[in-house]
């Protein structure tokens, strides 16, 4: 399946700027295949176990033919840990000698994957739960300091994401206030691995705020949401867009003048990820 949508099958994924993700952070795409009579496609890769043997796989005349030519290659196992809930799929992305290897560590069978041996990192994943109209998503994306997994042949290697999550965020920081950066806000896992586009489920933590290296913080608030998406600023324009949904609104919160303050993000239940909280910083 062409699902890079390049009009080119078995090509190199593409990556696309969607609304909903945070700045310099991109969604990719990249073709599937689907292998004999199974129900659930997986994606494309330089190196395919197909019938308990390996090949080594090449898409010929812009994808119209295929090539599938038997190697040996040595294998271990991942094994994929996932505290919270169950995720659709997760892909690993192989570097170095596994270069161009994609592998799906969410199975139907629920078994440890196999891979050539190697040094992998996190691709992107999908949380999803309920149907239709009630779908809650978001993706699973790495960020800049997610860790990389490695596996040895014949090892098997477990792959720890999900919770307990943490609440990334950016402020400023004023002499009478400071303001919560809504585009900043975005959900962190175990790994340092991302959560974005939230789906039926955006963020809207509430803010505290306390005396730099005192222990309690000041009663929470609720960060700003856009309720109105034709509300204009005192130019006459619009001031916000249909991206700007996807996550709480920038939330300005007061303090003592010149104090020097934490601040500390939490949500008691989002409706996908449960409870949330952020370090204080």
């Keep these: 399946r062409d699902d890079n949508m390049d009009g080119v099958y078995g090509s190199d994924p593409r990556t696309y700027a969607y609304p909903g993700l945070g700045d310099q952070i991109f969604q990719p795409e990249l073709d599937c295949v689907v292998v004999g009579d199974s129900k659930r496609a997986r994606p494309w890769s330089k190196y395919m176990e197909i019938g308990g043997a390996w090949y080594e796989m090449a898409a010929e005349d812009s994808g119209v033919s295929l090539k599938a030519t038997p190697v040996s290659v040595q294998t271990g196992t991942f094994k994929l840990d996932f505290k919270g809930p169950a995720p659709t799929w997760v892909i690993l992305k192989g570097v170095g000698n596994v270069d ?100 039926n489920c955006t963020l809207r933590p509430e803010v505290s705020s306390r005396k730099a290296g005192s222990k309690k913080g000041s009663k929470p608030e609720k960060m700003n949401v856009v309720l109105d998406l034709y509300e204009q600023g005192e130019d006459g324009m619009n001031k916000w867009s249909t991206a700007d949904t996807w996550r709480p609104a920038d939330s300005s919160f007061e303090i003592k003048k010149g104090e020097s303050v934490e601040v500390q993000l939490t949500e008691k239940k989002n409706k996908l990820l449960g409870e949330l909280e952020s370090t204080w910083k």
């Design 100 to 199: 161009k290897c994609f592998y799906d560590l969410v199975t139907d069978t629920k078994k440890p994957v196999a891979v050539p041996a190697g040094t992998y990192e996190l691709y992107c994943g999908e949380l999803r739960t309920g149907k239709k109209q009630q779908v809650m998503k978001c993706l699973i994306l790495p960020g800049p300091n997610t860790v990389k997994f490695t596996v040895a042949a014949g090892a098997e290697t477990t792959i720890k994401l999900g919770g307990p999550f943490d609440l990334e965020f950016s402020v400023e920081k004023g002499e009478a206030g400071v303001k919560v950066k809504g585009k900043s806000v975005t959900v962190i896992g175990v790994a340092n691995e991302r959560y974005e586009r939230m789906w």
